[in-house]
């Protein structure tokens, strides 16, 4: 399966090279470790009786699920000055590097969904048992589907050879989030918090729609977060933007030539900030870096504008960082906006002819240079974060994930 992916996923090449600490993983290298994940993967869909694109999610999942320990992996002295192997944020950086590559492959957009999600959430499963289960685990449930993401850690578990006590860690920690999924009602629910927002949109009739996705927004993050127990307590909050108006604010995300500009023409009598357009203006075109401090002044004056308006704002720029977007995102919620991350999802080989058809060419090197430095939007970035692919389908990035 490596060999297929490799031209999509250059990283594979990698891992075969790429270490791993004895302690944890005697079996060897990254590639030795992901061989064997895979094979316990298959077992384990066998078991479940997986099928279709749940069974080929959790496969690909399991071949994918460490590839960015070849962007992360160092060596860094423990407590007791023993040097390890350490790989940090090594799922996200993973998900970061596959969002947008795999889109080459010709697998389905909704597949690659999942296998994200899987990725991403791989070594989250104790971070979602050591606070609050109420809240940590139906806040996981909405990041990957936890039937899947068990059987994944499970297969990681076995996958390793560790020395010491530690063996069955990964395996203990998926049959505690299991358990307690079930019985928080969340293990295989569709939509997590599908009562919480029901009992939000029962406290606001005759809200407009994009009322409710502020008091859901919010709610969501709040409740998360802990700031608030109850729907009631969403609903509140947001009587104030009910009685005065409030802005709105769209971030577009993605690479150039993945159609951001088109997202944005769908957005009618918004007021567009678009980073080309300024660039254009106040330098010698639309690619002129020499000019971004101007640009990015202007910018931000006219967001805070618009925002102070009660506009609807969109934010035409790559946002490809996530550090780019909060500063956005963060202005926007000042201002009591409801805030859109609109990605637009499309492969780099479409992109690229987009690009190669238009007046003003951007470099090749710019381009991959694009695809490197991408993070992919995470869930909470924004009120609302939806994937937007070329087809015209649009995903939420917690929208129900295919469990059969």
């Known amino acids: 399966m490596s060999g297929e992916l490799t031209s999509f996923v250059p990283l594979l090449a990698q891992l075969p090279e790429t270490r791993q600490d004895a302690q944890w993983h005697a079996?060897?290298?990254?590639?030795?470790?992901?061989?064997?994940?895979?094979?316990?993967?298959?077992?384990?869909?066998?078991?479940?009786?997986?099928?279709?694109?749940?069974?080929?999610?959790?496969?690909?999942?399991?071949?994918l699920h460490d590839v960015g320990k070849a962007l992360t992996t160092r060596d860094v002295p423990d407590e007791g000055g023993v040097v390890r192997v350490r790989s940090p944020q090594h799922a996200r950086r993973g998900r970061d590097a596959l969002s947008f590559r795999l889109l080459d492959s010709g697998l389905p957009p909704s597949l690659i969904r999942t296998v994200l999600a899987l990725v991403a959430a791989h070594h989250s499963l104790h971070r979602a048992l050591d606070g609050t289960l109420e809240r940590g685990v139906p806040a996981l449930a909405r990041r990957a589907p936890l039937p899947l993401l068990t059987l994944l850690a499970r297969a990681d578990a076995h996958g390793r050879v560790v020395r010491g006590a530690d063996a069955r860690v990964g395996e203990d920690t998926a049959d505690l989030l299991e358990l307690a999924a079930r019985e928080l009602g969340v293990w295989d629910a569709p939509e997590p918090l599908a009562d919480f927002r029901a009992q939000v949109r029962s406290l606001l009739p005759g809200a407009d729609d994009d009322l409710l996705a502020l008091a859901l927004g919010r709610g969501v993050a709040d409740w998360e977060a802990g700031v608030?127990?109850?729907?009631?307590?969403?609903?509140?909050?947001?009587?104030?933007?009910?009685?005065?108006?409030?802005?709105?604010?769209?971030?577009?995300?993605?690479?150039?030539?993945?159609?951001?500009?088109?997202?944005?023409?769908?957005?009618?009598?918004?007021?567009?900030?678009?980073?080309?357009?300024?660039?254009?203006?106040?330098?010698?075109?639309?690619?002129?870096?020499?000019?971004?401090?101007?640009?990015?002044?202007?910018?931000?004056?006219?967001?805070?504008?618009?925002?102070?308006?009660?506009?609807?704002?969109?934010?035409?720029?790559?946002?490809?960082?996530?550090?780019?977007?909060?500063?956005?995102?963060?202005?926007?919620?000042?201002?009591?906006?409801?805030?859109?991350?609109?990605?637009?999802?499309?492969?780099?080989?479409?992109?690229?002819?987009?690009?190669?058809?238009?007046?003003?060419?951007?470099?090749g090197a710019v381009l991959a240079n694009q695809l490197r430095m991408l993070e992919?939007?995470?869930?909470?970035?924004?009120?609302?974060?939806?994937?937007?692919?070329?087809?015209?389908?649009?995903?939420?990035?917690?929208?129900?994930?295919?469990?059969?």
């Open 376 to 404: 992919f939007p995470d869930l909470g970035e924004a009120h609302e974060v939806t994937l937007h692919a070329p087809g015209g389908d649009v995903w939420t990035l917690d929208s129900p994930f295919p469990l059969s």
């Open 27 to 63: 079996e060897g290298s990254v590639a030795a470790h992901s061989a064997l994940v895979v094979r316990w993967a298959h077992e384990l869909a066998d078991g479940a009786d997986l099928r279709g694109e749940a069974r080929a999610a959790l496969i690909l999942a399991a071949a």
């Open 228 to 363: 608030i127990h109850t729907p009631h307590e969403a609903a509140q909050r947001v009587q104030a933007a009910a009685r005065q108006g409030f802005p709105r604010l769209t971030v577009l995300c993605g690479p150039s030539g993945s159609g951001k500009s088109t997202l944005a023409a769908q957005l009618s009598g918004a007021r567009v900030i678009s980073l080309d357009a300024l660039r254009a203006q106040l330098g010698r075109g639309a690619q002129d870096q020499r000019v971004n401090g101007q640009v990015l002044q202007a910018a931000r004056e006219a967001l805070r504008e618009g925002l102070r308006r009660r506009e609807h704002v969109v934010w035409d720029a790559t946002s490809l960082r996530r550090d780019q977007r909060a500063q956005v995102l963060g202005l926007g919620h000042d201002y009591g906006a409801l805030t859109r991350l609109w990605v637009a999802w499309t492969s780099p080989g479409v992109a690229a002819q987009r690009n190669a058809a238009r007046a003003r060419v951007v470099p």
